[in-house]
């Protein structure tokens, strides 16, 4: 049975930092595509980043690029989210997700296993 389990959520000004986690369990981590997807109250489930299973190939949402990191490390079985200078429309519930394959990375349908999320709030 696969696992994602996230960490790393908060409450943070604007400008500040968080880095998310996602450990996962079962199943076969280092064949993954690995992504990050955030909800707004009200708003459908956007796509953030993805990563590819070695790590090779990193895609991210235009706005937060140059800001955001996506990074991996399949001995541990996590996928990280370094999210930097953050803006109070970062706030949401962030979810790691994971698929086979690497094609239509930005599309949650094609994503196999979801965790429950961890919630992200940016105070202006």
């Known amino acids: 049975q696969v696992q994602l389990v996230e960490s790393g959520g908060g409450l943070v000004q604007a400008g500040g930092s968080l880095r998310l986690s996602c450990a996962a369990s079962?199943?076969?981590?280092?064949?993954?595509?690995m992504g990050w997807f955030r909800q707004a109250p009200g708003k459908e489930r956007d796509f953030v980043a993805a990563?590819?299973?070695?790590?090779?190939?990193?895609y991210y949402t235009d706005s937060v690029k140059g800001r955001f990191t996506i990074s991996r490390d399949n001995a541990k079985k996590t996928v990280y989210l370094q999210t930097n200078t953050l803006k109070p429309e970062d706030t949401a519930v962030y979810y790691c997700?994971?698929?086979?394959?690497?094609?239509?990375?930005?599309?949650?349908?094609?994503?196999?296993?979801w965790g429950q999320g961890t919630q992200v709030s940016v105070s202006s």
């Open positions: 079962g199943g076969t981590f280092s064949i993954w595509t």
């Open positions: 990563i590819t299973w070695n790590g090779g190939l990193t």
């Open positions: 997700a994971a698929k086979y394959g690497s094609s239509e990375l930005m599309a949650a349908i094609t994503y196999h296993y």
